[in-house]
């Protein structure tokens, strides 16, 4: 496989030939704001949908993109949706040097932003208990595989896509797609994208190297997989990962590649990070 080819051909397909070479598997919104409202509505759907089934809602879920999380709770408050049988596993934590996994009082801990941006804006008895809202660390990560299997597995895995394609932080390395629960290294790709993006002054030095990690195993598991892929700011830097992840042969390289072996998944994006970039190398 030359990856390097392979790119430089999907880069130069428009929005409408990537969609149509996607059987169905990439759906292009026309803005940022249509992508959260899409996100938002899908958790909506299908909590409700198993609620009136009488079963619990069981869903791996990121923190990026986070836009969609105000919208979720405002829905939730204005129609009155019990989060109480829902089980929630976020994707990943960071963690110090020590592999201690930042507390939510960091102001990287995701753990923190899902409280500011969703939980503490729910009415308090719609939302889910708080031992059925499970973030990695370092006290729960030898037990995360099978709490999930205990619980009969994962309905949805929501999610995010990074530059190198890690979903969660799964970073690319052999045989990534067997990977679990478990504490990684950020590579270096990583480390600058998020540098860059979160509002530190690109601080290489003092960004995290570490983080808590669910595994491929764990996502590709799941019944279905909705990914939301979108460059978030005045960067292209999704534009390549995007087109990889829908066609893109799949590779240790690469490990958003593995879902298309998956019987049910989707991309969403909007067209900004449909197009194709100013220049193609």
């Known amino acids: 496989m030359n990856r390097h080819a392979e790119v430089r051909m999907l880069l130069s397909l428009s929005p409408e030939a990537l969609a149509a070479r996607c059987a169905g598997h990439l759906v292009i919104l026309e803005s940022l704001e249509a992508l959260h409202q899409h996100f938002a509505g ?7 949908t198993r609620a009136a089934a009488g079963a619990p809602t069981r869903l791996i879920l990121p923190v990026g993109p986070t836009g969609g999380y105000p919208i979720l709770a405002e829905w939730v408050n204005r129609e ?7 089980w929630f596993f976020f994707m990943d934590e960071y963690a110090d040097h020590t592999g201690c996994a930042f507390p939510a009082g960091h102001p990287l801990s ?9 939980f503490s804006r729910l009415a308090p008895e719609l939302a889910p208990p708080p031992d059925q809202v499970v973030f990695p660390d370092e006290m729960n990560i030898h037990t995360l595989a099978q709490r999930i299997d205990a619980l009969g597995g994962i309905d949805t895995c929501y ?14 390395e052999p045989q990534v797609s067997e990977t679990g629960p478990r504490l ?25 190297h570490k983080a808590y990690t669910l595994g491929m195993r764990q996502i590709l598991g799941a019944r279905r997989i909705r990914l939301y892929c979108r460059n978030d700011g005045v960067y292209d830097w999704a534009n390549t990962v995007l087109r990889l992840a829908v066609l893109g042969a799949p590779g240790d390289d690469y490990p958003v590649t593995y879902i298309r072996g998956h019987a049910d998944y989707s991309v ?3 067209r900004a990070t449909a197009a194709s970039p100013g220049v193609v190398l």
């Open 42 to 48: 899908a958790v909506v759907a299908e909590i409700k």
């Open 80 to 86: 009155r949706i019990s989060l109480r049988t829902c």
């Open 110 to 118: 995701f753990k923190g932003t899902m409280e500011r941006l969703f």
């Open 159 to 172: 999610g995010g896509i990074g530059i190198h394609g890690h979903l969660a932080f799964n970073e690319p």
């Open 184 to 208: 990684v290294y950020l590579n270096a790709y990583t480390v600058t994208i998020n540098a860059v993006r979160a509002g530190v002054g690109g601080n290489l030095e003092g960004f995290p």
């Open 268 to 270: 969403i994006t909007d």
